[in-house]
T-cell receptor, first 116, second 116 residues
Framework: GAVVSQHPSWVICKSGTSVKIECRSLDFQATTMFWYRQFPKQSLMLMATSNEGSKATYEQGVEKDKFLINHASLTLSTLTVTSAHPEDSSFYIC????????????FGPGTRLLVL | AQTVTQSQPEMSVQEAETVTLSCTYDTSESDYYLFWYKQPPSRQMILVIRQEAYKQQNATENRFSVNFQKAAKSFSLKISDSQLGDAAMYFCAYRISGAGSYQLTFGKGTKLSVIP
């Protein structure tokens, strides 16, 4: 399957700072990528769909000014958590869509964010 | 709206034995995809198996196989000869077929423990 990388794998930051998470599609050009959030012992919650060259599509209840998504190239999408607060602490996962493999989603290894 | 239900929050199996994880879904669509993803303690989401709804033949991948019952909207995962490395959260997921329809709907997951 496709290979997706995320960086950093974990980050600790102070409340009020912004944190950028990178998601890279290593095998192919991904025009569509997804960002998920996962709380402990829960399923994945879709936050937004990242579209190359256009604005991201956010799910209901997700603050677009809080979670800035940029998909400036076909292999890179970034999620910036702006003015992070402790309630933003979570596990963030991205995925890309492999069009050559029945549009299957393959996931990055995730980023663990802890806001103090 | 599509929903995916995993009725077993936790399951356990003896090493080398067989276990079946249940998944049901609700949809009015006739063409779609179903997936099982595995999330081990590392939290990396790994695709286990995929099933196209238009295919009557059940998908198999080595020790993993599914029992797809389209009329009953059931999609169970059977793991044969269970190994310690199979211990993980397993998520059932659904996606409608069609261009641009890449979003996954996940179940809440089943935690599988493998007893040595």
């Amino acid at each position: 399957g496709a290979v997706v990388s995320q960086h950093p794998s974990w980050v600790i930051c102070k409340s009020g700072t912004s944190v950028k998470i990178e998601c890279r599609s290593l095998d192919f050009q991904a025009t569509t990528m997804f960002w998920y959030r996962q709380f402990p012992k829960q399923s994945l919650m879709l936050m937004a769909t990242s579209n190359e060259g256009s604005k991201a599509t956010y799910e209901q209840g997700v603050e677009k000014d809080k979670f800035l998504i940029n998909h400036a190239s076909l292999t890179l999408s970034t999620l910036t958590v702006t003015s992070a607060h402790p309630e933003d602490s979570s596990f963030y996962i991205c995925s890309d869509v492999d069009y050559q493999n029945q549009e299957t989603q393959y996931f990055g290894p995730g980023t663990r964010l802890l806001v103090l | 709206a599509q929903t995916v239900t995993q009725s077993q929050p936790e399951m356990s199996v003896q090493e080398a034995e067989t276990v079946t994880l249940s998944c049901t879904y609700d949809t009015s669509e006739s063409d779609y995809y179903l997936f099982w993803y595995k999330q081990p303690p590392s939290r990396q989401m790994i695709l286990v198996i995929r099933q196209e709804a238009y295919k009557q033949q059940n998908a198999t991948e080595n020790r993993f196989s599914v029992n797809f019952q389209k009329a009953a909207k059931s999609f169970s995962l059977k793991i044969s000869d269970s190994q310690l490395g199979d211990a993980a959260m397993y998520f059932c997921a659904y996606r409608i077929s069609g261009a641009g329809s890449y979003q996954l709907t996940f179940g809440k997951g089943t935690k599988l423990s493998v007893i040595p």
